[in-house]
């Protein structure tokens, strides 16, 4: 058995406990290609690094 390892972000909007969405790629290889993947489907960064789910960002908590 092998354990592969690959990059996930995590939703940090406010408050934390009430997201907690994630989303991977199966072909990055760092959380910048996440990221840039995931654009796509309407996931945000904010000043200072916080990731926000596209659910989070359109109910306001930014």
Do not use: F, L, S
Not at 21 to 37: D, F, I, L, W, Y
Request: aromatic content about 4%; glycine content about 12%.
């Amino acid at each position: 058995m092998t354990a592969a390892q690959y990059p996930v972000i995590r939703c940090d909007g406010r408050p934390v406990d009430e997201c907690g969405a994630e989303t991977g790629h199966a072909m990055a290889t760092t959380v910048t290609e996440v990221r840039q993947k995931r654009r796509e489907e309407g996931w945000r960064q904010r000043p200072g690094g916080r990731d926000i789910c596209p659910n989070c960002w359109k109910d306001g908590k930014r």
